[in-house]
């Protein structure tokens, strides 16, 4: 059983590009998390997502951030027009329903906002 | 809503040495605690968790935590340090009613030969 998946692990995006983040669960896990380490810092929640629902977005910023997690394919952390400070290392995690909470986590996505 | 402290950013220890990292939680229902651990350039990796019966809970690599509901408290521990043990751990609560989890700002070990 594969672990969680995330690509790309490096992006270099220039002030005012976009970036896509991708996640994919372990199978069968139906709930997924992303998380934001700046840099020195620990981390920060960010969004919770099932199936083509948002469930928590308390920890996203008000703007240029969105995420999906569609009913097919992997869960996408989608930034718009980044700034420098985007530039950190963000995690995906999941976990299946019942699971006494657990979750899993990716190896990351290291963004470089040039 | 649930938050976690940890005490101590940095913590340094000789090799063979007790390991000690503090955390202290707030959740306003029973909580579920973890401790995950994370490696350089790498994600994180849980160590071990506490959800229901026996307070001290051990995990892999020869550590420990105890849950203390009165000092709402969830140190984790490790008899003798190794030099493989320096990493980042971060501390980690959720409610046992759903999966809504927050995390510590970490502690960072650091093993002296």
């Known amino acids: 059983n594969a672990g969680v998946m995330q690509n790309p692990r490096h992006l270099v995006r220039r002030r005012g590009q976009e970036a896509r983040l991708r996640c994919s669960p372990m199978k069968g896990h139906s709930h997924v998390y992303w998380y934001r380490q700046l840099p020195e810092e620990g981390l920060k929640f960010m969004v919770y997502l099932q199936k083509e629902n948002i469930i928590d977005e308390s920890g996203m910023p008000k703007e240029r951030f969105s995420a999906e997690f569609p009913k097919e394919g992997p869960s996408i952390l989608r930034i718009q027009q980044v700034v420098r400070g985007d530039s950190a290392a963000y995690f995906c995690?999941?976990?299946?329903?019942?699971?006494?909470?657990?979750?899993?986590f990716g190896p990351g996505t290291r963004l470089t906002v040039l | 809503a649930q938050s976690v402290t940890q005490l101590g950013s940095h913590v340094s220890v000789s090799e063979g040495a007790l390991v000690l990292l503090r955390c202290n939680y707030s959740s306003s229902v029973p909580p579920y605690l973890f401790w995950y651990v994370q490696y350089p350039n790498q994600g994180l990796q849980l160590l071990l968790k506490y959800t229901t019966g026996a307070t001290l809970v051990k995990g892999i690599n020869g550590f420990e935590a105890e849950f203390k509901k009165s000092e709402t408290s969830f140190h984790l521990t490790k008899p003798s340090a190794h030099m493989s043990d320096a990493a980042e751990y971060f501390c980690?609560?959720?409610?046992?009613?759903?999966?809504?989890?927050?995390f510590g700002a970490g502690t960072r070990l650091t093993v002296k030969p």
């Open positions: 980690a609560v959720s409610p046992y009613n759903n999966n809504d989890m927050r």
């Open positions: 995690a999941s976990s299946p329903r019942d699971s006494y909470n657990e979750q899993f």
